[in-house]
């Protein structure tokens, strides 16, 4: 089966930096994606990792490792409009193909 | 905006019901996803569509079904609606072929089953 684990909640000062883990055991491995959702939107692109190593975009960078199982999004200089879901997905074969989400993680900034 | 567009935005309804919910993709994707989102739920995925063809099935009740048309917008007919139905549901597009293709997700439609 399918299994993606993100904690439930984290919270987080403005200004700091947070670090969202996504661990993942699945029938395959073909790309993680990490997804932003503010409550009642829709969930908007942040990253995609096929290979092993960090990759960066201006505040956020999301890390994978592939032998581990595991991914993290790092979200730096965090301001209060960060606040929203952040979403794990693996697509777990290649191809045009539906991924499979982890339930988010709901993160707080607070001043 | 991603440029993927849902219609309606809400939509409340009585048990037992038919709705249908209409999506529009990005100019030039060509592949179609529904996910329901339940409250304190992750994005379920439903069902895909690539070029007018089912190409992958999720979680999809009997219920419902889809289809892609050859302007390749898309419907979801939800039907016999029952209270556990009320979710969010997302329509997502992507562009075909390439394995790195990103799906990009419409604003969603609210579905209320009173």
């Known amino acids: 089966g399918q299994n993606i684990d993100q904690p439930t909640e984290m919270t987080a000062t403005e200004g700091a930096i947070v670090q969202i883990n996504c661990t993942y055991q699945t029938s395959g491995f073909n790309g993680l994606f990490w997804y932003q959702q503010h409550a009642g939107e829709a969930p908007t692109f942040l990253s995609y990792n096929v290979l092993d190593g960090l990759e960066e975009k201006g505040r956020f960078s999301s890390f994978l490792s592939r032998s581990k199982g595991y991914s993290y999004l790092l979200l730096k200089e965090l301001q209060m409009k960060d606040s929203a879901s952040y979403l794990c997905?693996?697509?777990?074969?290649?191809?045009?193909?539906?991924?499979?989400f982890g339930k988010g993680t709901r993160l707080s900034v607070i001043a | 905006d991603s440029g993927v567009t849902q219609t309606p935005k809400h939509l409340i309804t009585a048990t037992g019901q038919r709705v249908t919910l209409r999506c529009s993709p990005r100019s030039g994707d060509l592949s179609v996803y529904w996910y329901q989102q339940s409250l304190d739920q992750g994005l379920q995925f439903l069902i895909q569509?690539?070029?007018?063809?089912?190409?992958a099935k999720g979680n999809i009740l009997e219920r419902f079904s889809a289809q892609q048309f050859p302007d390749l917008h898309s419907e979801l007919n939800l039907s016999s609606l029952e209270l556990g139905d009320s979710a969010l549901y997302f329509c997502a597009s992507s562009a075909a072929g390439a394995s790195t293709d990103t799906q990009y997700f419409g604003p969603g439609t609210r579905l209320t089953v009173l």
């Open positions: 997905a693996v697509r777990t074969y290649s191809g045009n193909t539906p991924l499979v």
């Open positions: 569509y690539y070029n007018g063809e089912e190409r």
